[in-house]
């Protein structure tokens, strides 16, 4: 039986150092302490929240019910062929202590996705992404447990339906599966991936950089623009890069020519977040006891470790002033719970 801990302050948990009370706390490290911690909440009626890196979540309020962290561990290599390996990870796991067992073994794949915070389960849920480079574009398959039933369901990357920071696990089926373990396929010969301008330019100058030079590079690029979580509280980016149509687009450009787009496909383009919220005046500004990132206006940050309530507050008021400024609306990025 893993050990349940009453009234436990979730403050180490949450990289947002939300102080909140759960009413029970317990971590788990394999799928019977899982069945049991979830069995616990069923029986003593209380509500659960998965918890895995804590580094995607805003904690509004303490929770009324069971938290449950994941903490199993766990690399296996199941399979491999002259040019790919796969491997099976268990959801526990640290994300970017996996990158760097990967780059020193020699699969290759995951150096632009280096220092995300978070774990490994929590990984395809928004498939994080960045520098040119999709959590979904290496995963073959996951395995997960089904809430209700307990049974361990197999995910095939197609029926996790991916799309840009979303999968399933965020709309059908929220909430109702715990991933347990996420297969990688991953190349053993380096097939670097410069897509992405600001990386290009970090490595300009180095012939055929290395996945290890790569991950180094992206290392530098984000330790230089998102605050550390562990010295400035904060959840990476707040809100997504809002899609619009090419027409809005044009719209938006005649009235302001330097506007941040990326082409998504012929009707619709990418805009920056921060581009918006930073010429909406918000970069840098504190209200509601919560800031604006300095160096980069994506990132809310709680440095006064309020409840999420706070941040929340501060993310209304840049999402009514974007609205108000250039008539696009902003999603929230992270999960809002209770
Ligand atoms: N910009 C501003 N003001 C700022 C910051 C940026 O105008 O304060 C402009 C920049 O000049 C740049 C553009 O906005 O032209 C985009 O900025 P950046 O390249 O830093 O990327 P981003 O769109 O802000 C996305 C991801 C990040 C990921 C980077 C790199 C989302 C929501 N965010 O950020 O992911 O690391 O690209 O690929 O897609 C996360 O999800 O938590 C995250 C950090």
Known sequence: MPLF???FNL???NTLAVPAIADYFVAVHNDSELREALAFSRTENLPHLLLGGGSN????SDFPGVVIQLKSQGKELIAEDENFVWLKVSAGENWHQLVEYTLAEGFYGLENLSLIPGSVGAAPIQNIGAYGV???DLISELTALEIRSGLTVNFTNESCRFGYRDSIFKHTLKDQ??????TFCLAKTPRPNLSYPALQHALAGVE???PQAISDAVIAIRSEKLPDPALIPNVGSFFKNPIISTGQLSVLRSKYPDIVSYAVNEDSAKLAAAWLIDRAGWRGKTADGAQVHVQQALVLTNPQHL???AVLALAKRVQDSVYAEFGVSLEMEPRVYP
């Open 177 to 182: 599966y715990v991933i347990t373990s996420v």
């Open 5 to 7: 801990l009453p009234h």
């Open 11 to 13: 403050q180490k948990l």
């Open 134 to 136: 999709e959590v979904k």
């Open 307 to 309: 409840y999420g309530s």
């Open 57 to 60: 979540i805003v904690l509004q």
């Open 208 to 210: 055929k950089p290395t």
